[in-house]
């Protein structure tokens, strides 16, 4: 199989623009590919279905060369000898697909398996484990928080949401612009076994109502920075935000954007942060 990758080639000062510019869809990687001294290759996916390609490319300077790329899947996906799993919290961890099947030793261990389809993500990096362990301490144990209803904003392959079910969330949203986060949070609710417990969609986050015991927002501090109003509305009064994607060493504009809702617990690694806040 294929994945369709949108491809940006441009001159090195701008590379970072076209970056921040992807990173706003939703997605859950981009690739910097370095021609000469002058150019710059910045690859993304948002998935094979037309409709999200071409409302992607839209948001593109026009001026930018850009093209589309069939990149085979076999290519893009890591080998399983280099994969792990990821145990975030004593207890809980989660394991990439291709290791099926997982034993792990410690039989009692909830174990979240995530497979990126084309949306990118196998829960481990820095800023997704962290993420999990805030929102795990939120749903179990000691200091655990009433919680009936939760909103995964940006969820790419869903592991947030996929959380949330296995703990017995009972009313949960995910929402992300790349169809292909769409369909991967959908064939990861049926490897967990909570087919039917997440509504997915492509809605963006302005479009959402209601209010939410939890929202969580694994994205990027631009992006996190844009939709503040609306995670702002969207936090039920007394209920919590999860963010991450921030840097560990600059991450007060974020918070500063989220005011009032206040920092009371935080996690980094490796250079990045997740923060809870209510």
């Known amino acids: 199989?294929?994945?369709?990758?949108?491809?940006?080639?441009?001159?090195?000062?701008?590379?970072?623009?076209?970056?921040?510019?992807?990173w706003q869809w939703g997605v859950q990687a981009v690739s910097e590919t370095v021609l000469d001294t002058d150019r710059v290759e910045v690859a993304t996916?948002?998935?094979?279905?037309?409709?999200?390609?071409?409302?992607?490319?839209?948001?593109?300077?026009p001026s930018w060369p850009t093209e589309?790329?069939?990149?085979?899947?076999?290519?893009?996906?890591?080998?399983?000898?280099?994969?792990?799993?990821?145990?975030?919290?004593?207890?809980?961890?989660?394991?990439?697909?291709?290791?099926?099947?997982f034993e792990p030793d410690d039989r009692h261990a909830?174990?979240?398996v995530i497979d990126p389809g084309s949306a990118f993500g196998l829960g481990d990096h820095p800023?997704?484990?962290?993420?999990?362990?805030?929102?795990?301490?939120?749903?179990?144990?000691?200091?655990?928080v009433p919680c009936t209803s939760l909103l995964d904003v940006g969820c790419g392959t869903g592991a947030l949401a996929l959380l949330a079910a296995q703990l017995g969330v009972r009313e949960i949203r995910?929402?992300?612009?790349?169809?292909?986060?769409?369909?991967?949070?959908?064939?990861?609710?049926?490897?967990?076994?909570?087919?039917?417990?997440?509504?997915v969609d492509t809605a963006p986050v302005a479009e959402v109502t209601g209010t939410y015991d939890i929202v969580v927002a694994n994205i990027l501090a631009p992006v996190l920075i844009a939709m503040a109003d609306d995670l702002r509305r969207l936090v039920r009064p007394g209920g919590s935000l999860v963010i991450s994607g921030i840097l560990a060493e600059r991450h007060d504009h974020v918070l500063t954007a989220l005011a009032p809702l206040t920092a009371v617990e935080s996690l980094a690694h490796e250079g990045w942060m997740s923060i809870m806040l209510r």
């Not at 996916?45 to 300077?61: C, P, Q, W, Y």
């Open 174 to 199: 995910a929402i992300d612009i790349a169809d292909a986060a769409v369909e991967a949070t959908l064939r990861n609710m049926e490897l967990n076994d909570v087919v039917g417990t997440i509504d």
């Open 127 to 144: 800023t997704t484990r962290t993420a999990m362990a805030l929102l795990a301490g939120l749903l179990r144990g000691d200091r655990a």
């Open 110 to 112: 909830l174990v979240t």
């Open 68 to 101: 589309i790329r069939d990149v085979d899947d076999s290519i893009a996906q890591v080998a399983p000898e280099y994969l792990s799993p990821t145990w975030y919290l004593d207890g809980m961890v989660s394991v990439p697909a291709s290791l099926l099947p």
């Open 1 to 22: 199989m294929t994945t369709r990758t949108i491809v940006v080639t441009v001159p090195s000062q701008l590379a970072e623009i076209v970056t921040d510019r992807m």
């Open 45 to 61: 996916s948002v998935g094979n279905k037309s409709i999200a390609v071409e409302r992607a490319m839209a948001t593109l300077d």
